[in-house]
Nanobody
Framework: QLQASGGGLVQAGDSLRLSCAAS????????MGWFRQAPGKEREFVAV?????????????DYADSVKGRFTVARDDAKNTVWLHMMSLKPEDTAVYHC?????????????????????WGQGTLVTVSS
């Protein structure tokens, strides 16, 4: 079960940190992704942090081109939590943001960017960026 929080109404240029708390699974075995869906648009990939497998580094990360350099994803397996720190927000970042988990203990290749590969989803948290 995933619970996303931290959304809200901000102005362009502001920062916001989203949190996603997980329960019920071995969190460290899961790649954790962030996706967003704007009104009238399809769900799109935002960021992913790979399973840590017990590594203190917390896993590798990847980002959509539209958020590179502005968003940072991080995880703390001890807290079963993943964060998405968003800076320099733009109106086009307005969307419902979802966290998702993909069981990846036996994954071969890089973490998935397609939502089709993710097994568990949070309910989403709305981020609105005003101009």
């Amino acid at each position: 079960q995933l619970q996303a929080s931290g959304g809200g109404l901000v102005q362009a240029g502001d920062s916001l940190r989203l949190s996603c708390a997980a329960s019920g699974r071995t969190f460290s075995n899961y790649d954790m992704g962030w996706f967003r869906q704007a009104p009238g648009k399809e769900r799109e990939f935002v960021a992913v942090i790979s399973r840590s497998g017990g590594s203190r580094s917390g896993g590798s990360t990847d980002y959509a081109d539209s958020v590179k350099g502005r968003f940072t994803v991080a995880r703390d397996d001890a807290k079963n939590t993943v964060w998405l720190h968003m800076m320099s927000l733009k109106p086009e970042d307005t969307a419902v943001y979802h966290c998702a988990a993909n069981f990846a203990r036996y994954r071969i290749g890089p973490p998935a960017k397609s939502p089709d590969f993710y097994d568990y989803w949070g309910q989403g948290t709305l981020v609105t960026v005003s101009s």
